[in-house]
């Protein structure tokens, strides 16, 4: 590619407002698979060549237009059970990334593209869908069913997936980092508004504690970082006879919780310093406090979507939308209550079918494998043993995505679960996500039992980075 072109494209975006490459594939200076892998190069992100890529349609149902449009987003498959789709700057979405996890109860994968496709592509799609067709193709895709044009950093291949080659990377790779993709500030994750209304109106196994209290009243973690709301609930619980604590963070609400377990938690959605969702997450993964029953309290997330994922994904009891009237609070809190009072004794165990998992993986019996361990999570869905070993068949099996899946619930579930956090950085780095491929390996290297493990580990950073 002349240097001419390259300040030519250079000065155009500049006067524009626009990215490089955007400009470089408008001037048809470049392909747009060159630039894909340039961008996946610089991102730690695998690439995908829009022109050459055919889109199942039904796929854009997973993602509103408008949200689409507005944070320049497209949902590309579903492939593995996971929502890919196409960013123009992943590296700084991770709030885009996280709602569109949270909406849709699936696990994300970014690809990154061209803007400039992208926001024809967006259009292009969503018009082609609302006229009831099936199928969008890009102006260079052959025949064939869908398919994502997957553009992968160098060194590694892809699988199940068309790998466009991309010829001159050096000469673009010689602009500035800073000039290839301008990133776009991401926006602050939205606050509770100041006017809240109450309405008052009538591989190793996990060994899984059990939590007891001391016989006397019921005890409840209340949780919010509003003190009328606070002082409101708290009154309202005192007087039913029930010996009321508060936080009024994320990370106040979860210390005392690991220190004293309480019966209950009214947890606000929107707190300081940890996320309500976050806590709640965290909960649900350490043994020890697991069994305590959590009611999500918020005035942002609405919707059943939003109550749906917060009982599946972070295992809450119950999901309130502020305004709220106090009698239906307490009415919930007493069922809430009395659904969990006997959950440690009355549940079943998951030790079976996960010996039974382990044994048939053990003897080559993939599909049996599978069987035992999805059954055991649909036991104990907060068992990061089970994860583990589920990811582990899945990847015997050749489902590579539906493995990463697994393998991420396992170390959401167990903070520093070193086997896995490995297995998933080799997965990530296979698929080409360099990125959360070193964001990984970063968490094993603090989880490594031992200095030569640690050693092994900087090796593979290295590798990456």
């Known amino acids: 590619m002349a240097k001419g072109v390259l300040e030519k494209a250079q000065k155009a975006a500049e006067k524009s407002g626009g990215r490089l490459c955007s400009q470089l594939l408008a001037m048809g200076a470049c392909d747009e698979a060159v630039l894909a892998r340039v961008l996946a190069e610089k991102h730690g992100v695998p690439g995908v060549d829009l022109s050459r890529s055919v889109i199942p349609l039904e796929v854009t149902d997973r993602v509103p237009r408008p949200v689409a449009e ?5 949902p590309l498959s579903l492939e593995g059970d996971r929502l890919h789709v196409a960013l123009a700057a992943p590296r700084d979405s991770d709030r885009i990334l996280a709602e569109v996890r949270f909406v849709t109860g699936l696990e994300v994968s970014p690809y990154i593209a061209v803007q400039g496709s992208l926001a024809r592509t967006i259009k292009a799609t969503y018009a082609a869908r609302e006229k009831g067709e099936s199928v969008w193709r890009g102006a260079a895709a052959g025949p064939g069913p869908g398919h994502m044009a997957v553009v992968l950093p160098e060194g590694v ?3 199940g997936a068309e790998v466009v080659e991309a010829e001159e990377i050096e000469e673009v790779l010689e602009v500035g980092d800073g000039d290839v993709e301008a990133v776009a500030e991401a926006e602050p994750v939205p606050q509770e508004g100041d006017e809240i209304v109450i309405a008052v109106g009538g ?3 996990e060994v899984v504690h059990t939590v007891s209290h001391a016989p006397g009243p019921r005890r409840v973690l209340v949780v919010d970082d509003e003190p009328e709301i606070r002082m409101l609930v708290e009154r309202t619980l005192a007087a039913r006879g029930f010996s009321v604590d508060v936080a009024t963070d994320g990370e106040q609400a979860y210390a005392k919780i690991s220190a004293a377990p309480p019966d209950l938690v009214l947890l606000d959605a929107m707190l300081p310093k940890m996320h309500g969702f976050e806590v709640c997450r965290k909960v649900r993964s350490d043994p020890r406090t697991r069994a305590v029953p959590i ?4 005035a942002v997330y609405r919707g059943w979507r939003f109550a749906q994922d917060a009982r599946e994904t972070y295992g809450a009891e119950d999901y309130i939308e502020k305004p709220f009237h106090l009698d239906d609070l307490l009415r919930r809190v ?3 209550l009395e659904s969990t009072a006997s959950r440690a004794q009355k549940g079943a165990s998951a030790d079976p079918q996960l010996k039974k998992g382990k044994e048939l993986l ?3 019996q993939i599909d049996g494998a599978i069987a035992a361990f999805e059954e055991a999570i649909r036991i104990d869905p907060f068992s990061a043993d089970a994860h ?5 068949a899945l990847k015997a099996q050749g489902d590579h995505f539906r493995a990463m899946t697994a393998f991420e619930r396992a170390v959401e579930l167990r903070q520093g679960f070193f086997q896995a956090l490995r297995s998933l950085a080799a997965l990530y780095t296979e698929k080409g996500f360099r990125r959360k491929a070193a964001e990984t390996l970063e968490r094993a290297l603090a989880a490594a039992p031992d200095s030569a493990t640690r050693e092994a580990i900087k090796a593979d950073l290295l590798k990456i980075l």
């Open 295 to 298: 009611i999500i309290m918020t």
């Open 362 to 364: 053990l003897a080559g």
């Open 203 to 205: 591989e190793d196994d």
């Open 70 to 74: 507005a944070d320049g987003i497209l």
């Open 334 to 336: 007493e069922a809430v």
């Open 157 to 159: 291949e892809a699988e």
């Open 388 to 392: 583990h070993h589920l990811a582990k």
